[in-house]
């Protein structure tokens, strides 16, 4: 309870999930609590081991049994990012909740920056990036294609070169909670949502230690996934190709009738032919595979499975002001 005249100390979750990082865990969280040492906040740093084969847990559990605002939840085996992430928001019970990669390319240093929006009234602090050292042009100009491209087919507006570097208040975390699709993006996800958001630029450096976890392949799937699970414009596109396709071939067929009876000329040659029969194959393969994509998604929805599964927990308490009960939330998984 808290005593008349005193303000309650509001309190913080710290998010971070971590795959193979044990060179990084050290230095990051050192950053970090230099950064938050001197806030007047009651902090929790929970790492998320998302089934890491090296020592990021031993690591983790060692850095808890010297500071006891340290946590972990240790995946059964590599659930991905976004389930990591929904993990640590999850587990979250706090005033707000921050979430930043351990690599440290998110900088643990502007955290007071993101809390002082949060206590002049922003709901969703979003870092973005104003420069990435190291980053190819690659890299820079995919995804700088990939925002444009999503932001032109989706209804939702998602924040460019906006990663996981957040922060969110403890209502913004409770309707995040509720949305369980299984092919999370939650750079979406948080765009959908709403409330009121503020952006603060920061420099994105070069990874700290190891290397990046992110092949070409997977961000080809991750930006698949953005794409199904926010905008319909694949399925339109198949159908106007079709209805394109469809009126050429309406077209040629006249056009083959007209000569015949009017000018008593037949169309001749294979290479047409078979030219028109393998562009209409490849739309009709087009459109299944659209279709595919997006049933396939269905599939994974009707099952139901858990997004993550808990190999072990270590959760530390947090003081703070009286909250909502749990009850109130969604079943967790």
């Not at 990036?129 to 995804?143: F, H, V």
Request: hydrophobic residues 45%.
């Amino acid at each position: 309870m808290t005593t008349p005249g005193i303000a309650a100390q509001k309190s913080i979750d710290i998010v971070v999930p971590a795959f193979n990082e044990e060179a990084c865990i050290r230095t990051f969280y050192e950053r970090t609590a230099r950064a938050i040492d001197a806030l007047p906040y009651a902090f929790r740093i929970l790492f998320v081991d998302d089934g890491s084969t090296d020592r990021t847990a031993q690591e983790c559990f060692a850095l808890a049994a010297s500071d006891p605002r340290v946590g972990l939840l240790r995946f059964s085996r590599n659930f991905g990012h976004q389930a990591a992430l929904t993990a640590g928001l999850d587990a979250a019970d706090a005033d707000a909740v921050i979430t930043l990669d351990a690599d440290l390319q998110h900088p643990p240093e502007k955290l007071p920056d993101f809390i002082a929006a949060w206590e002049q009234g922003a709901e969703i602090v979003s870092g973005v990036r104003a420069r990435a050292e190291g980053a190819s042009l690659w890299k820079r100009s995919t995804s700088t294609l990939f925002y444009r491209l999503l932001n032109a087919i989706s209804p939702f507006k998602i924040t460019a070169d906006s990663p996981d570097f957040r922060l969110f208040d403890r209502k913004v975390v409770n309707a995040i909670r509720r949305l369980r699709e299984q092919s999370r993006f939650l750079r979406g996800i948080y765009s959908w949502v709403g409330f009121r958001e503020v952006q603060l630029p920061y420099t994105q450096a070069e990874r700290a230690a190891g290397r990046t976890h992110y092949s070409n392949i997977d961000m080809l799937v991750f930006a698949l996934r953005a794409v199904l699970s926010f905008s319909h414009a694949p399925l339109r596109f198949a159908t106007y190709l079709g209805l394109c396709v469809s009126a050429l071939a309406f077209g040629f067929g006249m056009y083959a009738i007209v000569m015949n009876v009017v000018f008593h000329q037949v169309i001749r040659g294979w290479t047409s032919i078979a030219v028109l029969v393998s562009f209409f194959s490849g739309v009709q393969l087009l459109t299944l595979g659209v279709l595919g994509e997006y049933l396939g998604q269905v599939l994974e929805e009707s099952k139901r499975r858990p997004l993550y599964l808990l190999a072990d927990t270590h959760l530390p308490a947090l003081v703070g002001p009286a909250r909502e009960p749990k009850s109130s939330l969604p079943p967790r998984d």
